[in-house]
């Protein structure tokens, strides 16, 4: 069974999905939460769920190495194979990259490479784009620039709010990132080798 770990830096939504359907699931399992925020919601969320977490905090270190390095020995201890961000807002270093390659999972809220970054919502309203929608994808060293796994359209009305387009993406985000886990950690496949379409 794939001993997975989930990275948030927020409220944590997308993780609590994640881990309801872990619950049904035989080749995989969430074993920890990891969150650079020491107040992110993730964290209760996880408490509450009985899932193991741990918050550490990237001012508390000399440079971005010393703390993934903290980081990587964590998911070491905790005998990670694979990692799954869901609103984990810094972007993942050489230092964890380099052990974890090919199987770290991000979720963005867009169509990639349209609007990549922070603020993925507020570029889609204010570009006058018709439909936005939901990318997952590998990550690499750039800012949401690693290989495409899945993406979903989502329509944005003319009356449409950032409250009610963040509301219509993360209905979709709830769906398809756990039917995305869920194919992708099919027994014994890699998933460096896998690909939907």
Request: aromatic share 6%; charged share 20%; proline share 5%.
């Amino acid at each position: 069974m794939k001993r997975v770990a989930v990275f948030a830096s927020g409220n944590g939504s997308n993780f609590e999905s994640i881990v309801h359907a872990s619950k049904l699931e035989e080749n995989y399992e969430i074993v920890l939460l990891f969150s650079d925020q020491p107040e992110a919601y993730a964290l209760q969320r996880a408490h509450n769920l009985g899932i193991h977490s741990v918050s550490l905090s990237p001012s508390h270190y000399p440079d971005k190495t010393a703390y993934e390095a903290d980081v990587l020995a964590l998911l070491i201890r905790n005998r990670v194979d694979s990692i799954v961000l869901a609103g984990y807002m810094r972007l993942i270093g050489p230092t964890i990259l380099k052990h974890f390659e090919k199987q770290i999972i991000n979720i963005h809220p867009s169509l990639l490479p349209d609007f990549p970054g922070l603020n993925a919502i507020e570029q889609s309203l204010e570009a006058g784009v018709t439909e936005t929608g939901v990318t997952i994808h590998y990550v690499d060293e750039g800012i949401d620039t690693g290989p495409v796994i899945l993406q979903e359209k989502v329509s944005i009305d003319p009356q449409d709010t950032h409250g009610t387009l963040k509301e219509k993406i993360q209905q979709v985000e709830h769906r398809l990132y756990p039917q995305v886990l869920k194919q992708l950690y099919r027994k014994d496949e890699v998933v460096a080798e896998t690909s939907i379409n």
